[in-house]
């Protein structure tokens, strides 16, 4: 059996879906001082609500709250159903520490204790 929704009500689907996803969502872009959260993740890129985005083009920062995932260089792939297709040239998982310019020892202690001032 098939069912035959009205445009109105498809589209009030389509909103509510895009508006709960939002809501779930904690993943957001950053591009410049621009912030625009990201409906889905995918393997070669993402996707943002077409409304209130303009083209993404080049680096931005990509966000799961306020954890930093990737730096990424993107490129604007298409625009499908209210929605902006983003795919990813490159993307750089961040580290929380800083970059080390030589090979850490495997065995080296992780911190030493210090003498107390009594004894």
Same mark, same amino acid.
């Given at each position: 059996?098939?069912?035959?929704?009205?445009?109105?009500?498809?589209?009030?689907?389509?909103?509510?879906? +895009?508006?709960?996803?939002?809501?779930?969502?904690?993943?957001?872009?950053?591009?410049?001082?621009?912030?625009?959260?990201?409906? +889905?993740?995918?393997?070669?890129?993402?996707?943002?609500?077409?409304?209130?985005?303009?083209?993404?083009?080049?680096?931005?920062?990509?966000?799961?709250?306020?954890?930093?995932?990737?730096?990424?260089?993107?490129?604007?792939?298409?625009?499908?159903?209210?929605?902006?297709?983003?795919?990813?040239?490159?993307?750089?998982?961040?580290?929380?520490?800083?970059?080390?310019?030589?090979? +850490?020892?495997?065995?080296?202690?992780?911190?030493?204790?210090? +003498?107390?001032?009594?004894?």
């Amino acid at each position: 059996m098939t069912t035959y929704f009205s445009k109105e009500v498809r589209e009030g689907l389509a909103a509510a879906h +895009r508006k709960a996803l939002k809501r779930r969502n904690r993943l957001r872009v950053q591009a410049g001082e621009e912030i625009f959260p990201v409906v +889905r993740l995918k393997d070669d890129g993402f996707v943002v609500a077409a409304e209130g985005v303009p083209k993404l083009r080049g680096r931005v920062d990509l966000f799961d709250g306020t954890r930093h995932l990737w730096n990424c260089l993107i490129v604007a792939a298409e625009e499908e159903g209210g929605e902006m297709i983003y795919e990813f040239k490159r993307q750089t998982p961040t580290t929380s520490g800083p970059a080390l310019d030589f090979a +850490r020892d495997d065995t080296a202690p992780a911190g030493y204790l210090t +003498r107390s001032p009594e004894a």
